[in-house]
């Protein structure tokens, strides 16, 4: 009898923190970062050239990386000069490809996922390996791009580290990534 009303008591308790969190994080007051372009063009090129290499002799390298915000997309574009090699042979081109912001919560990171190829183009590279590159190409740029995050909220100031613990949600808003976060006391 009193481990059931204990359970009751709890599950009340429960319901009560949950309907607490929902309506703390549903009707608090909202702010926000932006990070322009130029910010996030700055972090990226202090991490490139950044290097791929599979079976010891084919090697793809990314430098020059140029970012692209489009406005209402939740896509960032980036383009960037590629170096293929496979074995002795050097094929230089240009790569444009984009992927959706992922945030994690206290690190303060954004990674990009869902990378796709939007635009391929190599001296040299035979056209029927093309498609190849399109298929596969994603996967080979995933991993040149995992444990590289392309921006970190760094929290030196109290808006950061507040941000980098609350974020709700990231998006292009005026040409600019638009980290909203809970505001709290404000």
């Known amino acids: 009898m009193i481990a059931k009303r204990v359970a009751i008591g709890l599950a009340i308790v429960g319901v009560l923190a949950a309907a607490a969190w929902w309506a703390v994080t549903s ?39 140029l970012v692209t915000l489009t406005e209402g997309s ?4 980036l383009s960037a000069d590629v170096m293929v090699n496979l074995g002795h042979r050097e094929m230089p081109g240009k790569l444009a490809f984009s992927g959706v ?15 796709q190829i939007d635009n391929f183009s190599l001296s040299g590279f035979p056209p029927e390996f093309v498609q190849v590159v399109q298929v596969r190409g994603p996967a080979v740029l995933r991993r040149a791009l995992e444990g590289h995050p392309v921006y970190t909220l760094k929290g030196d100031s109290a808006r ?7 974020v709700r949600d990231v998006k292009v808003v005026d040409g600019k990534v638009r980290v909203t976060f809970l505001r709290f006391g404000g």
């Open 27 to 65: 009707f608090m007051p909202q702010g926000f970062i932006d990070i322009d372009q130029a910010q996030i063009q700055q972090r990226l090129d202090a991490r490139f050239p950044q290097k791929t290499c599979a079976m010891g002799m084919a090697c793809i390298s990314l430098s020059s990386p």
């Open 74 to 77: 939740p896509r960032i574009g």
């Open 101 to 115: 912001l992922r945030y994690v919560r206290y690190q303060g990171d954004f990674f990009l996922d869902d990378v």
């Open 160 to 166: 950061e580290a507040l941000a980098k613990l609350a």
